[in-house]
């Protein structure tokens, strides 16, 4: 009986949760006119649209510790798989490390990292088998992982603290982020690195989002017509939406910004692999990769 009134409530979460995202259909991305007013948002809905990444340019103000708490506080309430928390942040204040870590630096920077090795510890001290040796255990982490740090993010800009999210650490050496974090060689996997502070200017455009087709798929999902993808090559190539990173992309003799994109910016990461990546060799150091030999 209890199973069946979980599957039940499962279920009737799951339909008012696809509802919902029915109706977000055609809504535009920020950078282009929004079908919401600005005016009807409340102070959480206006604190996600004013969200906005300082790459680096922050300065030497610290954050008062009672902030960097609160922010904790708020990262961890985020939705996670059987409330597990299968993820550790690592609390960084020193400058120099956080550039080694992760290239940049602020007044302070948590490292996120999907983590199982409290799980092994209470359930070895509990007496119990606990595995998590899979792509499974780790992509579940994964989503705990990112959970937390977006919250964060949000947790900071309602009081003031701009944030940069990077995959810096994932950049170089990797191995240099355990090393200098103490970080454990298994059932640990550092994710992302989130650098909070108070910018040096005030950036002169928010970047643009890209909304409605394309991004939000009503019911089933729907592959964009030629005549769609030529609307969305517009909306990055329109200079008043602020998708692109590089805005000289016309100037150095590009036709749209995506054949920048694609061909500058991304060429050199096609093709497959042919050898194991720094990444995957340590992701199966950690025990995330199945059947290994």
Same mark, same amino acid.
């Given at each position: ?24 259909? /055609? ?25 906005? @990444?300082?790459? !680096? ?17 708020? &990262? ?29 630096? /602020? &007044? $302070?920077?948590?490292?996120? $990292? ?15 088998? +606990? ?26 800009? &309602?009081? !003031?603290?701009? &944030?940069?999210? @990077? ?44 909304? /409605? ?6 019911? @089933? +999902? ?13 909306? +990055? ?50 025990? +995330? ?5």
């Amino acid at each position: 009986m209890q199973t069946k009134l979980r599957r039940r409530h499962f279920l009737k979460n799951g339909l008012a949760a696809g509802g919902a995202m029915v109706l977000l259909k /055609g809504l535009p991305g920020r950078g282009a006119e929004s079908a919401v007013q600005k005016g009807s948002m409340n102070e959480t809905l206006k604190t996600i649209h004013n969200l906005r @990444t300082i790459h !680096g340019n922050f300065n030497d103000k610290s954050i008062p510790e009672s902030l960097i708490q609160e922010i904790l506080h708020a &990262s961890v309430q985020a939705a996670n798989a059987s409330n597990m928390q299968s993820y550790s942040i690592v609390v960084v204040k020193d400058r120099e490390t956080m550039q080694a870590v992760c290239g940049y630096r /602020g &007044s $302070c920077m948590f490292v996120y $990292c999907v983590d199982h090795t409290r799980h092994h510890a209470s359930s070895a001290h509990l007496g119990h088998a +606990y595995r998590s040796d899979s792509i499974v255990s780790f992509v579940t982490a994964g989503m705990d992982t990112m959970l937390a740090a977006q919250t964060a993010v949000i947790a900071a800009r &309602s009081m !003031g603290i701009d &944030s940069l999210l @990077t995959n810096g650490l994932h950049r170089g050496d990797m191995e240099r982020v355990w090393k200098i974090l103490n970080l454990p060689e298994q059932f640990c996997f550092p994710m992302i690195a989130l650098v909070l502070g108070y910018p040096t200017e005030e950036p002169a455009v928010d970047k643009g989002r890209l909304g /409605g087709v394309g991004i939000v798929h009503e019911a @089933t +999902y729907h592959h964009p017509t030629p005549e769609e993808l030529d609307a969305i090559t517009s909306q +990055y190539d329109n200079p008043d939406n602020h998708l692109a990173l590089n805005p000289d992309w016309s100037q150095q003799g590009f036709t749209h910004y995506q054949d920048w994109l694609y061909s500058a910016w991304l060429g050199s990461r096609t093709g497959p692999p042919t050898e194991e990546t720094p990444m995957f060799r340590l992701l199966k150091r950690a025990g +995330y990769v199945d059947l290994q030999h």
